[in-house]
């Protein structure tokens, strides 16, 4: 078992910037390709970004250049940099752990972009 909590969300303004974090417990972490999701109200759940255990990102086209993932696996601690916010980003942002067929999911953190 993994567990995930996230951590980081909030209400910022249009332009601003936010820093999520997911902290990881459980099974050894460095193995795991952690990544970020975000689901908006009445949308499906969106696939933002991984990173592989090498420390390889890769994000969805729609989220380069404005959002950076990392890990930190002595901390076991995986981030999200999000800029230049907009209020289409408002949204909960889930964290999650894969290996092989095994899948875990963090309960999500609000983040809310608006004036």
């Known amino acids: 078992q993994v567990q995930l909590v996230e951590s980081g969300g909030g209400l910022v303004q249009p332009g601003g910037s936010l820093r999520l974090s997911c902290s990881a417990s459980g099974r050894v972490f460095s193995l795991f390709a952690m990544g970020w999701y975000r689901q908006a109200p009445g949308k499906e759940r969106e696939w933002i970004a991984h990173?592989?255990?090498?420390?390889?990102?890769e994000y969805a086209d729609s989220m380069k250049g404005r959002f950076t993932i990392s890990r930190d696996n002595a901390k076991t601690t995986v981030y999200l940099q999000m800029n230049n916010l907009k209020s289409e980003d408002t949204a909960v942002y889930y964290c999650?752990?894969?290996?092989?067929?095994?899948?875990?999911w963090g309960q999500g953190t609000q983040v809310a972009v608006s004036s």
């Open positions: 999650n752990a894969q290996r092989g067929d095994s899948q875990y």
């Open positions: 990173i592989r255990p090498s420390g390889h990102p």
